[in-house]
């Protein structure tokens, strides 16, 4: 492309949305539209994995040491224990605090601890992990240090939570790229359509003697245009339409198990896909559209 014709090419492609106004509406409400349903699947896979990443906290392997070893000799293993590559870390709990947090939780049965100490009782860790989906194999690495006698892992809840965040992770993937290609594949029909009123145009061009890309470049220029201005506008709506459903969570008694994470802190990543899918879908379009018309 001559830096010459840049101008020209950037006038004709705005002279070209205001000639089809209405197919240039129908184009940017298009891409609006894919932009805003590829953007609500993506946060709700974000936020579901938010969900799930704050149970896995709650989610606590219980490694029980052996009754033989004395509190610092089961304090020592604490190092052993946060060793494991999949442990964050390890809390150590004695009996004498495990037998007090019983005792608070059954407050309104204290016929339950007549007669017994915290002697019974072993001491223990709460294991905290990085990855829920190894609870399997931190468990067993546990298992095999010397001086932990038992480790309790609620595994199927583990595995419950994993297969939920593939399930929501693949079937948001899934619908994105089904959406990008839909999006596509109007985005180009559209514009087509508002080409077909310049077939002659274009067929004159081409009749005396104007290159392929000197006719294609004013179409390129108003596709962009439109992909910009409907990924801006998408944007603007998504972040709008976000607010207002997260605040209606947070205020909602019954979904209060439900946290929204603030869309701040997914601004920016959505900001750059937004622009990128508008980009392309708008340059796409607009070069699938004019190429059947530049075969003269």
Same mark, same amino acid.
């Given at each position: 492309?001559?830096?010459?014709?840049?101008?020209?090419?950037?006038?004709?492609?705005?002279?070209?949305?205001?000639?089809?106004?209405?197919?240039?509406?129908?184009?940017?409400?298009?891409?609006?539209?894919?932009?805003?349903?590829?953007?609500?699947?993506?946060?709700?896979?974000?936020?579901?994995?938010?969900?799930?990443?704050?149970?896995?906290?709650?989610?606590?392997?219980?490694?029980?040491?052996?009754?033989?070893?004395?509190?610092?000799?089961?304090?020592?293993?604490?190092?052993?224990?946060?060793?494991?590559?999949?442990?964050?870390?390890?809390?150590?709990?004695?009996?004498?605090?495990?037998?007090?947090?019983?005792?608070?939780?059954?407050?309104?049965?204290?016929?339950?601890?007549?007669?017994?100490?915290?002697?019974?009782?072993?001491?223990?860790?709460?294991?905290?992990?990085?990855?829920?989906?190894?609870?399997?194999?931190?468990?067993?690495?546990?298992?095999?240090?010397?001086?932990?006698?038992?480790?309790?892992?609620?595994?199927?809840?583990?595995?419950? %939570? +994993?297969?939920?965040?593939? #399930?929501?992770? /693949? !079937?948001?993937?899934?619908?994105? $790229?089904?959406?990008?290609?839909?999006? &596509?594949?109007?985005?180009?029909?559209?514009?087509?359509?508002?080409?077909?009123?310049?077939?002659?145009?274009?067929?004159?061009?081409?009749?005396?003697?104007?290159?392929?890309?000197?006719?294609?470049?004013?179409?390129?220029?108003?596709?962009?245009?439109?992909?910009?201005?409907?990924?801006?506008?998408?944007?603007?709506?998504?972040?709008?339409?976000?607010?207002?459903?997260?605040?209606?969570?947070?205020?909602?008694?019954?979904?209060?198990?439900?946290?929204?994470?603030?869309?701040?802190?997914?601004?920016?990543?959505? %900001? +750059?896909?937004?622009?990128? #899918?508008?980009? /392309? !879908?708008?340059?796409?379009?607009? $070069?699938?559209?004019?190429?059947?018309? &530049?075969?003269?």
């Amino acid at each position: 492309m001559k830096r010459n014709n840049t101008g020209y090419y950037i006038k004709e492609g705005i002279n070209g949305i205001f000639a089809h106004g209405f197919m240039s509406f129908a184009s940017v409400c298009i891409i609006v539209a894919c932009l805003i349903i590829m953007g609500s699947f993506g946060l709700l896979a974000v936020n579901v994995n938010a969900i799930i990443k704050s149970f896995e906290k709650d989610n606590v392997v219980l490694a029980f040491v052996d009754e033989n070893l004395t509190e610092q000799e089961a304090r020592a293993l604490e190092s052993q224990v946060e060793s494991i590559p999949n442990v964050e870390y390890a809390t150590f709990i004695s009996r004498d605090e495990a037998m007090e947090a019983f005792k608070n939780k059954f407050h309104n049965k204290p016929s339950l601890f007549e007669g017994i100490d915290s002697s019974v009782l072993r001491h223990r860790y709460a294991v905290y992990m990085r990855d829920i989906s190894l609870t399997e194999q931190t468990r067993n690495d546990i298992a095999q240090i010397e001086g932990i006698a038992q480790v309790n892992a609620n595994l199927t809840i583990a595995k419950g %939570f +994993v297969t939920v965040r593939n #399930i929501v992770s /693949g !079937v948001s993937f899934v619908l994105v $790229a089904i959406l990008l290609i839909i999006s &596509l594949f109007i985005m180009s029909n559209t514009i087509k359509l508002a080409t077909f009123d310049r077939r002659e145009e274009v067929a004159i061009m081409k009749m005396v003697g104007a290159t392929n890309s000197f006719i294609r470049w004013p179409f390129i220029f108003q596709g962009f245009i439109l992909g910009i201005i409907g990924a801006l506008t998408a944007y603007i709506a998504q972040w709008i339409i976000y607010t207002l459903v997260s605040d209606l969570i947070l205020k909602s008694y019954t979904l209060s198990f439900i946290t929204a994470i603030p869309f701040s802190m997914v601004a920016i990543p959505m %900001f +750059v896909v937004f622009v990128a #899918i508008g980009f /392309g !879908v708008g340059i796409g379009g607009s $070069a699938m559209a004019i190429k059947n018309y &530049l075969k003269v």
